[in-house]
Nanobody, 115 residues
Framework: QVQLVESGGGLVQAGGSLRLSCAAS????????MGWYRQAPGQQRELVAA???????NYADSVKGRFTISRDNAKNTVYLQMNSLKPEDTAVYYC?????????WGQGTQVTVSS
């Protein structure tokens, strides 16, 4: 059974940093594409960052240069390092496959950036 559990969110001031973690079980994250997504209140869920099986990464324009997606194959965990956070980054952040697969959305982790 595949499980993706997000953690690491919290409340941070603008300009601060957070690192989100996505611990995976039932899959091997090094052989699949994985992504981080976010959903702000009243908005659609959007892709924030993705990493392919081969390690290539891509980012939403709004986070380029500030966020970094990575994975630790030994821990079967995918990370999202978020620097220079802005109030508009406030959202619930989710990890899923890339492209995302229905039924694998977890609880997400709340990120709130205060101005």
């Amino acid at each position: 059974q595949v499980q993706l559990v997000e953690s690491g969110g919290g409340l941070v001031q603008a300009g601060g940093s957070l690192r989100l973690s996505c611990a995976a079980s039932g899959i091997i994250t090094s052989i699949v594409g994985m992504g981080w997504y976010r959903q702000a209140p009243g908005q659609q869920r959007e892709l924030v960052a993705a990493i392919t099986r081969g390690g290539s990464t891509n980012y939403a324009d709004s986070v380029k240069g500030r966020f970094t997606i990575s994975r630790d194959n030994a821990k079967n965990t995918v990370y999202l390092q978020m620097n220079s956070l802005k109030p508009e980054d406030t959202a619930v952040y989710y990890c899923n496959f890339s492209p995302p697969r229905p039924g694998y959305w977890g609880q997400g982790t709340q990120v709130t950036v205060s101005s």
